[in-house]
């Protein structure tokens, strides 16, 4: 009895590895796909820029969608989401987001109703991801006056979408918490004057956290947990929300403690 169940523990390990391969190939063919296909006709479709940046985003969350079910399917990942409705709510937030693991980017723009995104330039560049964040819209994390400049114009302009940022700037490694969080989003918050969307996310078993390989696949199926929380305003947290740097790294810090004290508790 023993082997057997150890033959079959074995099996369902090889199989998610393969069904994990399967995972990251068709996220690639599907990220050309977009880029080389669908955002062709989407331009076709109109010449407002506006317009456009739009229905790529729709094509993208239910991309993302249809992926994430995908991976529920094939055993690889469960999900649960505590404040749904929220976050389909969210317009004109600043939709902030602790980062465990690869996979929490795709579950949340796949979750949002319209979602504007702030990217890294490893995906401005990726030539199986570049087409779509590019055609959508989305803004390059230059960490520069201008990048600060674009995503408080897209929530001032933008009045269907959210923002959603990752302030850590690149995910956690294996066995933390939490990063640092750098400094835009804070800076974003500021200048913006919307409210802010504190999402919170944990990943049990831990996977897909920075620098580790896709094959590098945990015992059993991973289970993300999201949590979406009230959302938050810049003069609840201080005293002048006049925008200089003191006030920046002050809210910048109250932010990090903020998600700190929420993710202890989990």
Known sequence: MLKAAQIKQKANYLWRIGATGFSFASFGIG???????????????TKNPSLRQ??????????FKGFTEMMVKLGIMRY???????????????????????????LLIGLMEQANCVVKQALWSNPFTKGPVQN???????????FIEDCVAKLNTDQAASLL???????????????????????????????????L????????????????????????????????????????????PKNVRQLNHQLHQFFNQELSKK
Do not use: M
Not at 34 to 45: E, H, K, M, T
């Open 54 to 63: 739009q229905r790529t985003q729709k094509v993208i969350k239910y991309s």
């Open 136 to 146: 959508a819209g989305y803004i390059l994390n230059a960490a520069s006056k201008q």
């Open 31 to 45: 990220g050309v796909a977009i880029g080389g296909l669908v955002a062709p006709l989407v331009n076709l479709s």
């Open 201 to 244: 996310i944990t990943c049990t078993p831990s996977t897909l956290t920075k620098n580790e390989k896709w094959y590098h696949i945990p015992s059993r199926p991973f289970h993300i947990q999201v949590k979406v929380l009230d959302a938050i305003y810049v003069e609840d947290l201080l005293d002048d929300a006049t925008v200089s």
């Open 80 to 106: 649960d989401i505590e404040g749904l409705e929220k976050l389909q709510h969210s317009r004109q937030e600043l939709v902030i987001a602790n980062h465990p693991t690869l996979v929490d980017v795709v």
């Open 165 to 199: 940022i990752f302030p850590e700037g690149t995910r956690t490694a294996k066995g933390e918490l939490l990063n640092e969080f750098q400094r835009g989003a804070a800076n974003i918050a500021i200048r913006a004057n919307v409210p802010i969307r504190p999402v």
